[in-house]
């Protein structure tokens, strides 16, 4: 079979198109022949053994989120059946229950062999079967960017009509937390560099937006749109750069959701804002299996329709990679297998 896989050393010249054997399904296993891929800023990390020895061991199969159809179900075999479409979880071990160093070294795409392979084999436990109104594309986004904006504002939150939500950016897992927080009754903010993305995230239902380079300050922005009163719930995504102002505007008792650090890793804010205001900073890594099919029955339910931007071939991943890594896409870069 085909796959893409970093081998002999780390970097992202190292990457490459390779083969290895078909694998075939053991007790309990099934295999998947892939149909879909999505990227995530992690799978930018990867390569360049950015998660130091967690990043996994040489040769690895890259990319953690996808979506595929089983072939073959092995001895055992009752959660799926063969022709299910699934996507297989990004902690192939978080099943429920809080976060353990077990259930975290278990992520797709480093340190386990990720969704660039045209057949993977994995636990029974390790898939969950999508709603069928979903385009493959849209159904291989779900695992990463879904899930951790439906951890932030579902799982650990309790967002009820009216309640006041900042997003940061118009990427996978923010325009999946526009789209769940829509769901919830909430009044969405979205910040944003470009006035086209604002057009088309107001489009999807944003109820405000901020164009941060015309509005450098735009923590005072904010004032007037929440009327004083800050945010219930804030998606920090840009860490070093925005966190300063989103505890300026984040409401006494409010939720902030650390999930991304684009803007930079370290910490430099001020900490009374969050004392003297009782504010929450709650960590996000993607969630757990109950949490990801609780969030797949609202999207079937709702019928939901996750934002894909360009689609590129198979062959063409770093190409993909590189178009991440500029910024100019609205929602996710899809692969398609």
């Not at 966190?243 to 505007?249: A, E, G, N, T």
Request: glycine share 12%; proline share 6%.
């Amino acid at each position: 079979m085909k796959v893409f896989q970093i081998q002999d050393d780390w970097g992202m010249e190292h990457l490459k198109l390779s083969s290895r054997p078909d694998p075939k399904p053991g007790p309990g296993q099934v295999l998947l022949r892939m149909k879909a891929a999505s990227l995530n800023y992690r799978d930018l990390v990867v390569p360049m053994r950015g998660y130091g020895s967690h990043t996994g061991t040489l040769p690895l199969i890259p990319v953690s989120d996808g979506v595929g159809e089983v072939v073959e179900a092995g001895a055992g075999v009752t959660r799926v059946k063969t022709g299910d479409r699934v996507c297989p979880l990004f902690a192939q071990n978080w099943i429920s229950g809080e976060p353990t160093p077990e259930r975290l070294s278990s992520s797709l795409g480093g340190p386990v062999d990720g969704t660039m392979a045209e057949y993977m084999v994995l636990p029974e436990k390790g898939v969950s079967k999508v709603p069928a109104h979903l385009s493959d594309e849209q159904a291989a986004s779900l695992p990463c960017a879904a899930l951790t904006a439906w951890s932030a504002l579902v799982t650990h939150d309790n967002l009820g009509p009216g309640s006041r939500v900042l997003v940061q950016g118009t990427g996978g897992v923010a325009l999946f937390a526009l789209q769940f927080a829509r769901l919830r009754g909430a009044h969405v903010t979205l910040i944003s560099s470009s006035d086209e993305k604002i057009a088309r995230a107001k489009a999807l239902g944003a109820d405000a937006a901020i164009n941060y380079l015309e509005v450098p300050e735009w923590y005072k922005a904010t004032r007037e749109i929440t009327g004083g009163q800050g945010y219930d719930h804030i998606l920090e995504l840009g860490g070093e750069k925005t966190l300063p102002q989103s505890l300026r505007c984040v409401r006494p008792g409010g939720t902030l959701s650390m999930i991304g650090v684009l803007s930079g890793g370290m910490l430099s804010a001020p900490l009374g804002l969050v004392v003297t205001r009782q504010v929450r900073l709650q960590g996000i890594t993607i969630g757990n299996r109950d949490g990801f099919e609780a969030m797949l029955r609202a999207i079937g339910q709702h019928r939901l329709q996750p934002v894909t931007d360009k689609v590129f071939p198979f062959e063409q991943l770093k190409e993909a990679m590189g178009y991440l890594k500029s910024g100019a896409h609205f929602g996710k870069v899809c692969i398609r297998h």
